[in-house]
Protein backbone atom coordinates (compact mmCIF):
# COMPACT_ATOMS: atom_id res chain seq x y z
CA UNK A 1 0.00 0.00 0.00
CA UNK A 2 1.41 3.31 -0.51
CA UNK A 3 1.06 6.03 2.23
CA UNK A 4 -1.24 8.78 1.85
CA UNK A 5 0.25 12.19 3.54
CA UNK A 6 -2.22 15.26 3.75
CA UNK A 7 -2.33 17.17 0.00
CA UNK A 8 -1.39 20.58 1.08
CA UNK A 9 -4.04 22.50 2.98
CA UNK A 10 -6.87 21.43 0.83
CA UNK A 11 -7.92 18.46 3.98
CA UNK A 12 -7.88 15.66 1.21
CA UNK A 13 -4.87 12.66 2.07
CA UNK A 14 -3.51 11.75 -1.36
CA UNK A 15 -1.45 8.41 -2.21
CA UNK A 16 2.53 10.02 -2.38
CA UNK A 17 2.53 8.54 -5.81
CA UNK A 18 -0.05 10.44 -7.99
CA UNK A 19 -1.24 8.80 -11.29
CA UNK A 20 -0.05 10.68 -14.45
CA UNK A 21 -3.14 10.26 -16.59
CA UNK A 22 -1.11 11.41 -19.76
CA UNK A 23 -0.41 7.91 -19.98
CA UNK A 24 -3.88 7.34 -21.31
CA UNK A 25 -4.02 9.58 -23.71
CA UNK A 26 -3.14 7.39 -27.15
CA UNK A 27 -5.14 4.26 -25.10
CA UNK A 28 -7.89 2.28 -26.09
CA UNK A 29 -10.49 1.89 -23.60
CA UNK A 30 -9.98 -1.70 -22.53
CA UNK A 31 -6.39 -1.37 -21.67
CA UNK A 32 -7.03 2.12 -19.71
CA UNK A 33 -9.65 0.36 -18.05
CA UNK A 34 -7.28 -2.62 -17.04
CA UNK A 35 -4.53 -0.03 -16.32
CA UNK A 36 -6.83 2.02 -13.71
CA UNK A 37 -7.52 -1.26 -11.88
CA UNK A 38 -3.71 -1.15 -10.74
CA UNK A 39 -4.51 1.97 -9.19
CA UNK A 40 -6.99 0.53 -6.72
CA UNK A 41 -4.64 -2.51 -5.79
CA UNK A 42 -1.93 -0.16 -4.96
CA UNK A 43 -4.48 2.29 -2.71
CA UNK A 44 -3.34 5.35 -5.32
CA UNK A 45 -6.45 7.77 -5.00
CA UNK A 46 -5.26 10.85 -6.83
CA UNK A 47 -5.34 11.10 -10.65
CA UNK A 48 -3.80 13.89 -12.87
CA UNK A 49 -5.18 14.38 -16.16
CA UNK A 50 -5.34 17.71 -18.27
CA UNK A 51 -7.64 19.11 -21.42
CA UNK A 52 -4.55 18.74 -23.71
CA UNK A 53 -3.80 14.73 -22.73
CA UNK A 54 -4.97 13.53 -26.31
CA UNK A 55 -8.45 11.10 -24.70
CA UNK A 56 -7.46 11.24 -21.39
CA UNK A 57 -10.21 12.76 -20.11
CA UNK A 58 -12.61 10.46 -22.12
CA UNK A 59 -10.54 7.06 -20.75
CA UNK A 60 -11.24 8.18 -17.47
CA UNK A 61 -14.94 9.24 -17.72
CA UNK A 62 -16.29 5.49 -17.42
CA UNK A 63 -14.11 4.67 -14.12
CA UNK A 64 -15.14 8.31 -13.06
CA UNK A 65 -18.99 6.92 -12.96
CA UNK A 66 -17.72 3.78 -10.90
CA UNK A 67 -15.60 5.26 -8.60
CA UNK A 68 -15.62 8.98 -8.48
CA UNK A 69 -15.79 9.13 -4.78
CA UNK A 70 -12.41 6.88 -3.98
CA UNK A 71 -10.50 9.55 -6.62
CA UNK A 72 -8.91 12.75 -5.97
CA UNK A 73 -9.35 14.33 -9.50
CA UNK A 74 -7.25 16.78 -10.99
CA UNK A 75 -7.34 18.28 -14.37
CA UNK A 76 -5.68 21.35 -16.04
CA UNK A 77 -6.27 24.02 -18.65
CA UNK A 78 -3.25 25.39 -20.83
CA UNK A 79 -5.60 28.21 -22.05
CA UNK A 80 -4.07 31.69 -20.99
CA UNK A 81 -7.47 33.84 -21.56
CA UNK A 82 -10.87 34.17 -19.51
CA UNK A 83 -13.13 32.92 -21.85
CA UNK A 84 -10.78 29.89 -23.57
CA UNK A 85 -10.11 29.17 -19.75
CA UNK A 86 -13.81 29.30 -18.97
CA UNK A 87 -14.49 27.41 -22.08
CA UNK A 88 -11.94 24.40 -21.24
CA UNK A 89 -12.58 24.04 -17.42
CA UNK A 90 -16.12 23.15 -18.84
CA UNK A 91 -14.85 20.95 -21.65
CA UNK A 92 -12.83 18.61 -19.39
CA UNK A 93 -16.27 18.61 -16.97
CA UNK A 94 -18.40 17.02 -20.31
CA UNK A 95 -15.34 14.80 -21.23
CA UNK A 96 -14.81 13.60 -17.80
CA UNK A 97 -18.39 13.10 -16.93
CA UNK A 98 -18.48 15.19 -13.91
CA UNK A 99 -19.79 17.63 -11.97
CA UNK A 100 -16.86 18.92 -10.37
CA UNK A 101 -13.36 18.39 -10.27
CA UNK A 102 -11.35 18.53 -7.20
CA UNK A 103 -8.08 20.31 -8.39
CA UNK A 104 -7.73 22.54 -11.45
CA UNK A 105 -4.09 23.89 -12.77
CA UNK A 106 -3.06 26.39 -14.65
CA UNK A 107 -0.68 24.53 -17.41
CA UNK A 108 3.00 24.56 -17.74
CA UNK A 109 2.83 28.48 -17.00
CA UNK A 110 6.40 29.28 -17.04
CA UNK A 111 6.64 31.76 -20.20
CA UNK A 112 6.60 35.73 -19.41
CA UNK A 113 4.13 36.41 -22.05
CA UNK A 114 1.81 33.46 -21.11
CA UNK A 115 2.21 34.29 -17.21
CA UNK A 116 1.56 38.08 -17.65
CA UNK A 117 -1.90 37.15 -19.51
CA UNK A 118 -3.01 34.29 -17.23
CA UNK A 119 -2.41 36.02 -14.23
CA UNK A 120 -3.46 39.41 -15.32
CA UNK A 121 -6.93 41.17 -16.33
CA UNK A 122 -9.25 38.62 -18.16
CA UNK A 123 -6.71 36.05 -17.79
CA UNK A 124 -7.53 32.24 -17.34
CA UNK A 125 -6.95 32.98 -13.19
CA UNK A 126 -10.11 34.82 -13.10
CA UNK A 127 -11.84 32.03 -15.00
CA UNK A 128 -10.38 29.29 -12.39
CA UNK A 129 -11.57 31.73 -9.46
CA UNK A 130 -15.04 31.94 -11.04
CA UNK A 131 -15.10 28.09 -11.57
CA UNK A 132 -14.11 27.43 -7.80
CA UNK A 133 -16.89 30.05 -6.69
CA UNK A 134 -19.64 28.54 -8.88
CA UNK A 135 -18.49 24.99 -7.14
CA UNK A 136 -17.00 23.25 -10.50
CA UNK A 137 -13.73 22.61 -9.38
CA UNK A 138 -12.56 22.85 -5.11
CA UNK A 139 -9.21 24.16 -5.22
CA UNK A 140 -6.72 25.57 -7.81
CA UNK A 141 -2.84 24.72 -8.90
CA UNK A 142 -0.13 25.60 -11.39
CA UNK A 143 2.16 23.47 -13.15
CA UNK A 144 5.38 24.11 -14.77
CA UNK A 145 8.16 22.47 -17.12
CA UNK A 146 11.84 23.80 -17.62
CA UNK A 147 14.73 25.42 -15.30
CA UNK A 148 12.80 28.84 -14.67
CA UNK A 149 9.58 26.97 -13.30
CA UNK A 150 10.97 26.63 -9.35
CA UNK A 151 11.30 30.90 -9.60
CA UNK A 152 8.13 31.36 -11.26
CA UNK A 153 6.03 28.80 -9.33
CA UNK A 154 6.94 31.48 -6.72
CA UNK A 155 5.94 34.05 -8.25
CA UNK A 156 2.77 32.55 -8.66
CA UNK A 157 2.22 32.11 -5.16
CA UNK A 158 3.08 35.48 -4.26
CA UNK A 159 0.58 36.88 -6.48
CA UNK A 160 -2.11 34.16 -5.83
CA UNK A 161 -2.48 31.48 -2.79
CA UNK A 162 -2.83 28.34 -4.74
CA UNK A 163 -3.09 25.22 -3.11
CA UNK A 164 -0.66 23.01 -4.92
CA UNK A 165 2.79 23.64 -7.66
CA UNK A 166 4.06 20.58 -9.58
CA UNK A 167 7.45 20.82 -11.41
CA UNK A 168 10.43 17.95 -11.96
CA UNK A 169 12.19 17.06 -9.23
CA UNK A 170 15.25 14.43 -10.01
CA UNK A 171 19.06 13.59 -9.52
CA UNK A 172 19.96 15.29 -12.61
CA UNK A 173 17.96 18.01 -12.03
CA UNK A 174 18.66 19.09 -8.83
CA UNK A 175 22.67 19.20 -9.54
CA UNK A 176 21.99 21.80 -11.67
CA UNK A 177 23.01 24.24 -9.07
CA UNK A 178 20.58 27.43 -10.06
CA UNK A 179 17.46 24.67 -9.87
CA UNK A 180 18.56 23.27 -6.63
CA UNK A 181 18.11 26.92 -5.25
CA UNK A 182 15.07 27.65 -6.77
CA UNK A 183 13.53 24.68 -6.11
CA UNK A 184 14.84 25.01 -2.14
CA UNK A 185 13.60 28.44 -2.52
CA UNK A 186 9.92 26.89 -3.41
CA UNK A 187 9.86 24.21 -1.24
CA UNK A 188 10.34 26.55 1.69
CA UNK A 189 7.71 28.65 1.00
CA UNK A 190 5.24 25.99 -0.15
CA UNK A 191 6.22 24.25 3.49
CA UNK A 192 5.20 27.48 4.97
CA UNK A 193 2.04 27.94 3.19
CA UNK A 194 1.25 24.49 3.45
CA UNK A 195 0.60 24.29 -0.67
CA UNK A 196 1.32 20.79 -1.92
CA UNK A 197 3.81 20.13 -4.08
CA UNK A 198 3.98 17.73 -7.22
CA UNK A 199 7.20 16.35 -8.32
CA UNK A 200 7.42 14.92 -12.36
CA UNK A 201 9.92 13.48 -14.42
CA UNK A 202 11.62 11.31 -11.24
CA UNK A 203 11.98 8.49 -13.83
CA UNK A 204 13.69 10.48 -16.41
CA UNK A 205 16.97 8.99 -17.94
CA UNK A 206 17.45 11.59 -21.03
CA UNK A 207 15.54 13.32 -23.91
CA UNK A 208 15.32 10.73 -26.50
CA UNK A 209 18.23 9.85 -29.27
CA UNK A 210 16.62 7.93 -31.62
CA UNK A 211 13.80 10.15 -32.50
CA UNK A 212 12.02 7.49 -35.23
CA UNK A 213 10.94 4.72 -33.47
CA UNK A 214 7.47 4.82 -31.12
CA UNK A 215 7.87 5.91 -28.21
CA UNK A 216 5.44 6.53 -25.14
CA UNK A 217 6.70 9.39 -23.38
CA UNK A 218 8.44 12.83 -24.82
CA UNK A 219 11.90 11.54 -22.79
CA UNK A 220 13.31 8.37 -22.09
CA UNK A 221 12.71 6.87 -18.75
CA UNK A 222 14.65 4.56 -16.72
CA UNK A 223 13.20 1.05 -17.04
CA UNK A 224 14.68 -1.60 -15.13
CA UNK A 225 13.16 -2.22 -11.26
CA UNK A 226 16.42 -1.52 -9.78
CA UNK A 227 16.85 1.61 -11.06
CA UNK A 228 13.32 2.60 -11.10
CA UNK A 229 13.44 1.62 -7.47
CA UNK A 230 16.00 3.86 -6.55
CA UNK A 231 15.19 6.74 -8.07
CA UNK A 232 11.23 6.27 -6.57
CA UNK A 233 12.87 6.41 -3.35
CA UNK A 234 15.10 8.81 -3.62
CA UNK A 235 12.02 11.30 -4.45
CA UNK A 236 9.88 10.14 -1.68
CA UNK A 237 12.46 10.41 0.97
CA UNK A 238 11.95 13.64 0.91
CA UNK A 239 9.29 13.99 3.08
CA UNK A 240 5.98 15.96 1.96
CA UNK A 241 7.13 15.54 -2.20
CA UNK A 242 4.56 13.85 -4.11
CA UNK A 243 5.10 12.00 -7.25
CA UNK A 244 3.30 11.79 -10.15
CA UNK A 245 3.66 8.66 -12.85
CA UNK A 246 5.20 8.91 -15.86
CA UNK A 247 3.04 9.50 -18.72
CA UNK A 248 4.68 5.46 -20.27
CA UNK A 249 2.84 3.13 -18.68
CA UNK A 250 4.78 0.03 -19.58
CA UNK A 251 6.57 1.56 -16.17
CA UNK A 252 3.96 2.28 -14.10
CA UNK A 253 3.62 -1.10 -12.18
CA UNK A 254 7.27 -1.18 -11.67
CA UNK A 255 7.15 2.76 -10.34
CA UNK A 256 4.05 1.93 -7.85
CA UNK A 257 5.78 -1.56 -6.44
CA UNK A 258 8.51 0.71 -5.36
CA UNK A 259 6.53 3.23 -4.31
CA UNK A 260 4.54 0.68 -1.93
CA UNK A 261 7.95 -0.25 -0.08
CA UNK A 262 10.02 2.91 0.02
CA UNK A 263 13.50 3.13 2.03
CA UNK A 264 15.95 5.38 3.22
CA UNK A 265 18.16 5.95 0.38
CA UNK A 266 21.37 8.49 -0.24
CA UNK A 267 22.47 10.39 -3.15
CA UNK A 268 25.11 7.70 -3.60
CA UNK A 269 23.12 5.28 -4.73
CA UNK A 270 21.03 7.66 -7.14
CA UNK A 271 24.36 9.30 -8.32
CA UNK A 272 24.92 5.54 -9.38
CA UNK A 273 22.22 5.03 -11.55
CA UNK A 274 22.96 8.36 -13.17
CA UNK A 275 26.22 7.24 -14.02
CA UNK A 276 25.25 3.64 -15.11
CA UNK A 277 22.41 4.64 -17.66
CA UNK A 278 24.15 7.99 -18.79
CA UNK A 279 21.25 10.17 -17.50
CA UNK A 280 21.13 13.84 -18.11
CA UNK A 281 18.48 16.15 -17.00
CA UNK A 282 15.67 16.86 -19.92
CA UNK A 283 15.86 20.98 -19.03
CA UNK A 284 19.20 22.89 -19.10
CA UNK A 285 19.18 26.85 -18.80
CA UNK A 286 19.45 27.86 -22.60
CA UNK A 287 17.82 25.07 -23.97
CA UNK A 288 14.53 24.20 -22.10
CA UNK A 289 11.80 22.77 -24.18
CA UNK A 290 8.40 21.77 -22.93
CA UNK A 291 6.81 18.71 -21.89
Known sequence: MIEPIPFGRTGQSSSRTIFGAAALGAMRQERADRLLEVLLEHAV????????????????APWMKRHRNGFFLATKTGD???????DSIHRSLERLGVDQ?????????VDEEGWQRAMGPDGALQAAVEARDQGLVRFLGVTGHGTQVAAMHRRSLERFPFDSVLLPYNFAMMAQPDYRRDFESLFALCTEREVAVQTIKSLARRRWQDRESKHFSWYEPLRDPDSIRTAVHWVLRRPGLFLNTSSDATILEATLAAAAEVEPIGDAAMAAVVAGHQVEPLFVAGRDGVG
Do not use: F, K
Not at 50 to 59: F, I, K, P
Open 80 to 86: RGYTEAR
Open 101 to 109: VDLLQLHNL
Open 45 to 60: NHIDTAAGYGDSELRL
